[in-house]
């Protein structure tokens, strides 16, 4: 099970932080992700960080300003927002996967939090 958390609304040009907290596996077994879906738009990779946290990625649309971490301690993976844009508006969806090849396809992950919305204003 995976419950994100952390959304709001905040200004253009601001920051925000998400997180999202896995229960009942194994967490440090499971590639985590990050993907967002605007309305009326098809859910799009965001970020996404390997077991160890030793490699990650993004999508061109948010390299330099998100940066993605996790704490295998806690279970948690986090998403760090910077310079945040009206673009950015969605709900942020975190997921898992046991095993990757791109690592950015909606079809990679089994599972899937619930979504917390982000909204920047302009």
């Known amino acids: 099970q995976l419950q994100a958390s952390g959304g709001g609304l905040v200004q253009a040009g601001g920051s925000l932080s998400v997180s999202c907290v896995a229960s009942g596996r194994t967490f440090s077994n499971y590639v985590m992700g990050w993907f967002r879906q605007a309305p009326g738009k098809e859910r799009e990779f965001v970020s996404f960080?390997?077991?160890?946290?030793?490699?990650?990625a993004y999508a061109d649309s948010v390299k330099g300003r998100f940066t993605i971490s996790r704490d295998n301690a806690k279970n948690t993976v986090y998403l760090q927002m910077n310079s945040l844009k009206p673009e950015d508006t969605a709900i942020y969806y975190c997921?898992?996967?046991?095993?990757?090849?791109?690592?950015?396809?909606?079809?990679?992950?089994?599972?899937w939090g619930q979504g917390t919305q982000v909204t920047v204003s302009s």
């Open positions: 960080i390997t077991r160890g946290g030793g490699t990650t």
């Open positions: 997921a898992a996967s046991s095993m990757i090849q791109t690592g950015r396809r909606v079809s990679e992950y089994r599972y």
